[in-house]
């Protein structure tokens, strides 16, 4: 098993990137769970502050 500390170069140029739509599909994820934490959050902290 590798090192976990021991630092990783960056992947040779003829190693295959994954398929663009398997890219776009990871960034629509980690754009929408960012906008539901953000819009959870929101919501939060406007309930407490309404609570009076």
Do not use: F
Not at 16 to 45: D, F, H, Q, T
């Amino acid at each position: 098993m590798p090192d976990p500390i021991e630092p990783v170069g960056p992947p040779a140029d003829d190693d295959e990137k994954p398929p663009l739509a398997r890219r776009l599909m990871w960034m629509a994820v980690l754009a929408l769970s960012g906008l539901i934490v953000v819009a959870g959050a929101a919501y939060l902290l406007r309930a407490l502050l309404l609570m009076n």
